[in-house]
């Protein structure tokens, strides 16, 4: 969604779409440590419903999901929301083909690797969501 002009990352909702427990806990931690609100989707599918029911302001999106992959959860909001913003955060590795298709969708913002560092990450989403970090 478009950035009203506040830099406080409580107005911004981030959908999380990760299956690995641990991994979402520790997302979940730091990103409502950045200020971020934050709702999660443990498969593609529940992704896919959670975007549209919500209309997060961001989705941070895992490649490897159940049900539907982050591929499909993608070709899903092509067409249909292309306005919200996509970060790939994938354990996968990908090949640099596939990784500039992935970049070459409208929503996909960034693409990151895991492990990711949790500082850089969150200072992605800020500067895509127009945020700053709380005092």
Same mark, same amino acid.
């Given at each position: 969604?478009?950035?009203?002009?506040?830099?406080?990352?409580?107005?911004?909702?981030?959908?999380?779409?990760?299956?690995?427990?641990?991994?979402?806990?520790? /997302? @979940?931690?730091? %990103?409502?440590?950045?200020?971020?609100?934050?709702?999660?989707?443990?498969?593609? =599918? $529940? #992704?896919?419903?959670?975007?549209?029911?919500?209309?997060?302001?961001?989705?941070? /999106? @895992?490649?490897? %999901?159940?049900?539907?992959?982050?591929?499909?959860?993608?070709?899903?909001?092509? =067409? $249909? #929301?292309?306005?919200?913003?996509?970060?790939?955060?994938?354990?996968?590795?990908?090949?640099?083909?596939?990784?500039?298709?992935?970049?070459?969708?409208?929503?996909?913002?960034?693409?990151?690797?895991?492990?990711?560092?949790?500082?850089?990450?969150?200072?992605?989403?800020?500067?895509?969501?127009?945020?700053?970090?709380?005092?």
């Amino acid at each position: 969604m478009e950035n009203t002009g506040s830099h406080d990352p409580g107005g911004k909702l981030i959908l999380l779409g990760e299956d690995d427990k641990t991994m979402m806990e520790a /997302l @979940d931690t730091a %990103l409502h440590k950045e200020g971020f609100r934050l709702a999660k989707a443990a498969d593609g =599918d $529940e #992704a896919i419903d959670k975007a549209r029911t919500l209309r997060p302001d961001l989705i941070l /999106l @895992d490649l490897m %999901l159940p049900r539907r992959s982050g591929f499909e959860v993608l070709r899903e909001f092509r =067409d $249909e #929301a292309a306005e919200i913003p996509v970060v790939i955060l994938t354990g996968c590795y990908s090949d640099p083909t596939t990784v500039g298709m992935l970049r070459q969708e409208p929503n996909v913002k960034d693409f990151l690797l895991k492990p990711v560092e949790l500082r850089t990450l969150a200072d992605r989403l800020h500067a895509l969501l127009g945020t700053r970090r709380p005092a």
